[in-house]
């Protein structure tokens, strides 16, 4: 029993980050319909900028997360502005593919700057002390992961529903022609998107690189928070969470349970099956397109 | 006349040809070409330093004016610790370039996938840079390994956690290759000895990066000591995870995790008490050998931010052999030559163990084609610094 509800809590514990890094993707989506696979590498870009004020600027905490956070919603926005903007005819799968080159170009100048030797951020919280929930135990870093993923998205869908500006956003992803006529910058809009699923990106990867930080540090998260995102439809902001949790939890139970060597593939079976049986995903409401 | 002309033209084709034979691949009057592949990203990055150790070597071995009239151009490349990317990268070096010999490689299943390319071209490979059974069963007459075998270091160090620490139930997180699984049979091997049986074999993918099923398995199986054969990054977030779930074995890990000072800090002092095993001089070693590669190979040639570490000076070791044999052969350096003289080698000693190897023979294989036979424990004290804690074991 003990080992069952440990792999449950382990699994919520893990799936906290998928979810940070599902609901960054599903932001871009909502908006503009674009998977964006450069998403982990644009969080990975801001944590080893991080990584460096830290070490060797002697930035503090506050000051360089502030700072992270900052950089991340700026280059969310350039990339947008600089790069998909520019694109020629632009249809979904072309973004797709200009995305994939972003993702490498940004891996390789990290791999570049850095070099291959894996590194540590230092962090108000050891990743490695751990609360204990009788005989259970989570480490510190994963309640703090939880509580803010958490956050993030009640953040998020609040600001979605009510806000102008999320509504503006809602209008763009929905008829983007219609939203322009009632006077609403959709190029602007999506800058912001951009901006903001970037800083929530950044959020994740500023909470792995406390254990350890290498060039391909966020690319599994990323692939998770994908999957996560397929599972609750690629446009709902709750439904990309609970997928990730479910995800977390299916790995660690099938880990412990079934096979080891198969957990991290499970994810990936996941994504096959719920498209096989629910293409739109466990909590889209289906939108259809008029035409 | 025309006979004449065609008497000298015979006379030159036949010149020509033997002349050809006689010239090596990848060996003209002043230069020798020798290639490596090694990972300068991705998850087995940190011991990409094997390859650059070598490179600055051998800059030093130029600098000294080379070996026998000639010099050494020495060709790496990244691959990402990916076999296909290795064989990819070795057949256009050797059909673009022409490689005489290699040397080093990381990588069990990178060099497994270019092994019968370059045996069936019977091109020279020296020292793997992976401690594989697979190297010397079956042995190969082109073929030379340097590194102890990851199966020899299991066994150090399941006889010293049962002889020294008085331990009885070793279990083994192992990378599910060859890598791995070598190790998970040194260890079963030297406890089958003892009597004792692995209370837990764990399965690790290159690709997993939540380590906590693995550990709840060592956890469950109640290990008092856990063997760790997996990358660097795995073996921290093992020991990080397993503090997290308060479960604290004695850490035991491959000579692919010996670089202290790296471990210590990337896992913010847990590698501290972790003992590994290692088969080189340590990087602060006032061994006059070791003193000479770092002022001369390292502080003159090695890029700045690199660091003297036990992956940098192991890509020394694995290449020495191959340089005293090159040397032995005189100007008259052929593949064939390369491999008599290397055949002669006897308790060499370079930065290393003591590397012996014997004329082919396929019946002994761990005799004629394994050279380095010798390891020695290791603990890691505060701050990453080593204490040495046996000296070398030469183990069957």
Same mark, same amino acid.
């Given at each position: 029993m003990i080992g069952f509800l440990q792999a449950v809590t382990s699994g919520i514990a893990v799936g906290s980050s998928y979810a940070l890094m599902g609901l960054a993707m599903v932001i871009i989506y909502k908006t503009s319909e674009v998977v964006n696979f450069a998403q982990g590498e644009m969080a990975l870009l801001s944590c080893f900028l991080t990584y460096m004020v830290l070490e060797?600027?002697?930035? &503090?905490f506050l000051a360089a997360f502030a700072g992270a956070l900052a950089f991340a919603a700026f280059l969310g926005g350039f990339l947008e502005f600089a790069v998909l903007r520019r694109a020629k005819e632009p249809n979904v799968l072309g973004m797709i593919i200009i995305t994939i080159g972003l993702e490498m170009i940004l891996m390789g100048i990290v791999s570049w700057k850095f070099g291959a030797d894996p590194k540590t951020m230092s962090f108000p919280? &050891?990743?490695y002390d751990s609360v204990a929930i009788g005989e259970v135990f989570v480490s510190s870093l994963e309640v703090l992961t939880f509580i803010v993923a958490l956050t993030v998205m009640a953040v998020l869908f609040l600001f979605l529903r009510y806000s102008k500006l999320g509504v503006a956003m809602k209008a763009t992803q929905q008829n983007s022609m219609a939203a322009r006529l009632m006077g609403i910058r959709t190029n602007r809009i999506l800058m912001i998107t951009w901006g903001i699923s970037s800083v929530v990106g950044c959020l994740a990867g500023l909470l792995i690189s406390p254990i350890t930080m290498q060039p391909y540090m966020m690319w599994d998260p990323m692939l998770k928070g994908f999957a996560a995102a397929v599972m609750g439809g690629m446009t709902s902001l709750p439904g990309s969470v609970f997928g990730a949790y479910l995800i977390g939890i299916i790995e660690n139970l099938f880990g412990s349970y079934v096979s080891i060597e198969f957990k991290s593939v499970v994810a990936f079976a996941i994504i096959v099956l719920v498209l096989c049986i629910k293409p739109s995903g466990l909590f889209a409401r289906h939108y259809v397109k008029k035409v | 006349m025309k006979r004449i002309l065609l008497a000298l033209s015979i006379v030159g084709m036949v010149l020509g040809v033997s002349l050809g034979a006689a010239a090596e691949q990848g060996v003209t009057d002043t230069e020798i070409h020798i290639g490596q592949w090694g990972p300068?990203?991705?998850?087995?990055?940190?011991?990409?330093s094997v390859a650059r150790g070598a490179d600055a070597y051998f800059k030093m071995i130029n600098a000294e004016g080379g070996i026998n009239g000639r010099k050494i151009v020495y060709h790496m490349f990244d691959d990402g610790y990916n076999p296909a990317k290795t064989k990819a990268g070795v057949k256009e070096l050797q059909e673009n370039i022409g490689m005489f010999a290699y040397t080093g490689g990381v990588g069990t299943a990178c060099g497994l996938s270019v092994l019968d390319y370059l045996m069936d071209r019977k091109i020279p490979w020296v020292g793997p840079s992976a401690g594989s059974l697979d190297w010397i069963h079956p042995p190969h007459k082109y073929l030379f390994a340097v590194y102890p075998l990851y199966y020899i270091e299991a066994k150090a160090l399941c006889r010293y956690a049962i002889k020294n620490l008085g331990k009885k139930r070793v279990a083994i997180a192992y990378q599910n290759d060859d890598y791995g699984k070598n190790g998970v049979k040194g260890a079963e091997e030297e406890l089958a000895s003892n009597g004792l049986k692995l209370v837990a074999e764990v399965p690790v993918e290159k690709s997993d990066t939540d380590m906590k099923s693995h550990v709840m398995k060592l956890k469950n199986a109640k290990a008092d000591v856990v063997l760790l054969w997996v990358t660097p990054i795995h073996a921290v977030r093992i020991v990080g995870t397993g503090r997290a779930l308060r479960f604290a074995p004695q850490w035991m890990s491959t000579s692919t995790c010996s670089d202290f000072p790296l471990m210590y800090t990337i896992s913010k002092g847990l590698w501290g008490g972790v003992i590994a095993t290692t088969f080189g001089e340590l990087p602060?070693?006032?061994?006059p050998l070791m003193m000479k590669y770092k002022k001369e190979a390292f502080d003159k040639f090695a890029a700045k931010g690199e660091r003297w570490g036990v992956f940098y000076t192991a890509g020394i070791t694995f290449a020495e052999p191959l340089i005293e044999g090159i040397k032995r052969c005189g100007r008259d350096l052929t593949r064939e030559r390369l491999v008599k003289e290397m055949e002669g080698i006897r308790n060499f000693k370079g930065i290393g163990g003591r590397i012996s190897y014997a004329p082919f023979d396929v019946s002994k294989p761990y005799e004629c084609r394994q050279g380095m036979k010798e390891v020695y424990l290791v603990k890691c004290l505060k701050g990453g610094e080593y204490e040495k804690l046996s000296d070398w074991m030469e183990i069957r």
């Amino acid at each position: 029993m003990i080992g069952f509800l440990q792999a449950v809590t382990s699994g919520i514990a893990v799936g906290s980050s998928y979810a940070l890094m599902g609901l960054a993707m599903v932001i871009i989506y909502k908006t503009s319909e674009v998977v964006n696979f450069a998403q982990g590498e644009m969080a990975l870009l801001s944590c080893f900028l991080t990584y460096m004020v830290l070490e060797f600027y002697g930035f &503090s905490f506050l000051a360089a997360f502030a700072g992270a956070l900052a950089f991340a919603a700026f280059l969310g926005g350039f990339l947008e502005f600089a790069v998909l903007r520019r694109a020629k005819e632009p249809n979904v799968l072309g973004m797709i593919i200009i995305t994939i080159g972003l993702e490498m170009i940004l891996m390789g100048i990290v791999s570049w700057k850095f070099g291959a030797d894996p590194k540590t951020m230092s962090f108000p919280i &050891s990743p490695y002390d751990s609360v204990a929930i009788g005989e259970v135990f989570v480490s510190s870093l994963e309640v703090l992961t939880f509580i803010v993923a958490l956050t993030v998205m009640a953040v998020l869908f609040l600001f979605l529903r009510y806000s102008k500006l999320g509504v503006a956003m809602k209008a763009t992803q929905q008829n983007s022609m219609a939203a322009r006529l009632m006077g609403i910058r959709t190029n602007r809009i999506l800058m912001i998107t951009w901006g903001i699923s970037s800083v929530v990106g950044c959020l994740a990867g500023l909470l792995i690189s406390p254990i350890t930080m290498q060039p391909y540090m966020m690319w599994d998260p990323m692939l998770k928070g994908f999957a996560a995102a397929v599972m609750g439809g690629m446009t709902s902001l709750p439904g990309s969470v609970f997928g990730a949790y479910l995800i977390g939890i299916i790995e660690n139970l099938f880990g412990s349970y079934v096979s080891i060597e198969f957990k991290s593939v499970v994810a990936f079976a996941i994504i096959v099956l719920v498209l096989c049986i629910k293409p739109s995903g466990l909590f889209a409401r289906h939108y259809v397109k008029k035409v | 006349m025309k006979r004449i002309l065609l008497a000298l033209s015979i006379v030159g084709m036949v010149l020509g040809v033997s002349l050809g034979a006689a010239a090596e691949q990848g060996v003209t009057d002043t230069e020798i070409h020798i290639g490596q592949w090694g990972p300068q990203t991705g998850p087995a990055a940190p011991w990409g330093s094997v390859a650059r150790g070598a490179d600055a070597y051998f800059k030093m071995i130029n600098a000294e004016g080379g070996i026998n009239g000639r010099k050494i151009v020495y060709h790496m490349f990244d691959d990402g610790y990916n076999p296909a990317k290795t064989k990819a990268g070795v057949k256009e070096l050797q059909e673009n370039i022409g490689m005489f010999a290699y040397t080093g490689g990381v990588g069990t299943a990178c060099g497994l996938s270019v092994l019968d390319y370059l045996m069936d071209r019977k091109i020279p490979w020296v020292g793997p840079s992976a401690g594989s059974l697979d190297w010397i069963h079956p042995p190969h007459k082109y073929l030379f390994a340097v590194y102890p075998l990851y199966y020899i270091e299991a066994k150090a160090l399941c006889r010293y956690a049962i002889k020294n620490l008085g331990k009885k139930r070793v279990a083994i997180a192992y990378q599910n290759d060859d890598y791995g699984k070598n190790g998970v049979k040194g260890a079963e091997e030297e406890l089958a000895s003892n009597g004792l049986k692995l209370v837990a074999e764990v399965p690790v993918e290159k690709s997993d990066t939540d380590m906590k099923s693995h550990v709840m398995k060592l956890k469950n199986a109640k290990a008092d000591v856990v063997l760790l054969w997996v990358t660097p990054i795995h073996a921290v977030r093992i020991v990080g995870t397993g503090r997290a779930l308060r479960f604290a074995p004695q850490w035991m890990s491959t000579s692919t995790c010996s670089d202290f000072p790296l471990m210590y800090t990337i896992s913010k002092g847990l590698w501290g008490g972790v003992i590994a095993t290692t088969f080189g001089e340590l990087p602060d070693s006032d061994n006059p050998l070791m003193m000479k590669y770092k002022k001369e190979a390292f502080d003159k040639f090695a890029a700045k931010g690199e660091r003297w570490g036990v992956f940098y000076t192991a890509g020394i070791t694995f290449a020495e052999p191959l340089i005293e044999g090159i040397k032995r052969c005189g100007r008259d350096l052929t593949r064939e030559r390369l491999v008599k003289e290397m055949e002669g080698i006897r308790n060499f000693k370079g930065i290393g163990g003591r590397i012996s190897y014997a004329p082919f023979d396929v019946s002994k294989p761990y005799e004629c084609r394994q050279g380095m036979k010798e390891v020695y424990l290791v603990k890691c004290l505060k701050g990453g610094e080593y204490e040495k804690l046996s000296d070398w074991m030469e183990i069957r």
